[in-house]
């Protein structure tokens, strides 16, 4: 299918992310490389500043669509980009592989995961991650991935479904909606559509703006469990940690607040240094924080930047540094 590069997916606080992270050459790792929009901007940036030569950004996605796009997009700084299919959950590997082949010292300087889903993805009515069009419920953004979206609304049981709703959708009519799927499962076999998941769905919803947000709710915990997505996402975290260099950031922008809690906490857990029991009163810490926050609080997107790209609205933005070891950042 022709895609054109406008629609594929517009990113979002991109002048954010550059600034962020763009402050010298080294290696850079964009773990959700989507249409390449991200990495494009960094490749841009590392160019003008002159940081280019001695510069290797890393891409990586699981989605096959999305690399193919990318590929064309970064096409003039192939010299410069390792594209990869794979999942971030591998990202400490991947690293270590690309930086072998390239015979460069596997320590990084800039960090990306810019999470959940592409626009492409939820544009693509085949691809089933909408409610808004009808397609086969898959979900999968590995399109190898051996669980799709029709497997888990067919085969879990109603508490299964409920618990899978409350917990990945925060969806309040989850026991509700988890009993009508299992109910048209008896009268009709299976589900197989996302427009018979959204009807059943509207069929157990409150009327009005209620309706989407259920739909949205009860598609998006659906998409969390078939691509793991919270599971994979701490392990990255702390892969992507360990991998930076001294003074290297890493910058996670999330959609949604599970995602948003999961940084938060990975982030916090790392800046904090470990000060032993209490009443010992140490006048140094046993052990520093191995990173310090560069944002206090999540970075959100302007009114602007919302009012062209409707992603924007949710998204959250985390950048912590990596410490010089056995000190803090900025402290003598
Ligand atoms: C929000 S989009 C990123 C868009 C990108 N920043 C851009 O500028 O076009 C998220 C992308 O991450 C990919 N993705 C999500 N989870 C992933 C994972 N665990 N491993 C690898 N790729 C993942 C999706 O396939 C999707 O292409």
Known sequence: ???????????????EIVAFLVRKPGIYVDGTLGGGGHSLAMLRSLCDAGFLEGSLLIGIDQDEAALRQAREKL????????????????????????????VVEPKVTGILLDLGVSSYQLDTAER??????????????DSNASVSAGDIVNAYDEQQLARLFYRYGEEPRSRSIARAIVAYRQHNGSVSSTRELADIIRGNAHGGERVIKTLSRVFQALRIEVNAELDVLSRALYDGINRLDEHGRMAVISYHSLEDRIAKRVFAEKARSDWGPKGVGLREPLAWGSVTPVTRK??????????????ARSAKLRVIEKNSQGGCSGRP
Do not use: W
């Open 1 to 15: 299918m022709a895609i054109t590069r406008d629609i594929f997916h517009d990113p979002v606080l991109v002048a």
């Open 298 to 311: 999540p970075l959100i997107a302007s009114q602007q930047e919302i009012a062209s790209n409707s992603r």
């Open 128 to 141: 089933g991650f909408s409610y808004m069009s009808e397609g086969p419920l898959d979900m999968r953004m």
């Open 75 to 102: 096409g003039e700084y192939d010299a410069r980009a390792v594209l990869v299919k794979g999942n971030f959950l591998d990202l400490g590997e991947i690293i270590t592989r690309v930086c072998s082949q390239r």
